[in-house]
């Protein structure tokens, strides 16, 4: 049903406060998640780099097996790696710890989103409602003026013939 015929400049929503603050809680947890999914990203940059790096090591330790004949080279390249492993496993938990935040932080978002979803739903509603009574209001008044009217001309007509 259209309201273009309803003067809507009446309409007040009492609900309007309660919305207007799961709004700015949804926008304040947005910014929350944008700022955890650069954390993120950056973290999954640093995982790579480590990897990259071990990658390589391991790859000179494939390639120039003679040149670590030397028990002191030798330890000294297998404790870069595993002090590499050990960073990479550090920042694996480091991602997996700011994934779970992200996942918290997408929920509650769901959750607020949902709730602005029903406010609004209801205002739609009650926006509906309101036009519907002064459509009802409008009708009426016509009605008795034309019922007004309708009087005024039997009136009329009365005092013509007499």
């Not at 790579?48 to 391991?58: C, F, I, L």
């Not at 595993?82 to 550090?90: D, G, K, Y």
């Not at 016509?142 to 013509?160: C, F, I, N, P, Y």
Request: glycine letters at 2%.
């Amino acid at each position: 049903m259209s309201m273009a015929d309803v003067d809507l400049r009446g309409f007040e929503y009492p609900l309007a406060p309660l919305l207007l603050q799961h709004k700015w809680t949804l926008e304040t947890l947005q910014v929350s998640m944008a700022r955890v999914l650069g954390k993120l990203n950056d973290l999954r940059g640093e995982v790579h780099k480590a990897e990259q790096a071990r990658n390589a090591q391991q790859e000179h330790l494939k390639q120039f097996p003679q040149r670590y004949l030397d028990p002191f080279l030798r330890r000294r390249a297998l404790d870069y790696l595993t002090h590499t492993r050990e960073a990479i496993s550090s920042l694996q938990q480091r991602v997996d710890a700011v994934q779970s935040e992200h996942k918290a932080l997408l929920s509650q978002c769901q959750k607020e989103q949902v709730q602005i979803d029903l406010l609004e739903q209801h205002q739609k509603q009650q926006l509906e409602d309101y036009a519907l009574r002064q459509r009802a209001k409008t009708a009426a008044a016509m009605d008795h003026e034309w019922v007004a009217r309708s009087l005024w001309k039997d009136h009329q007509g009365e005092e013509t013939v007499s």
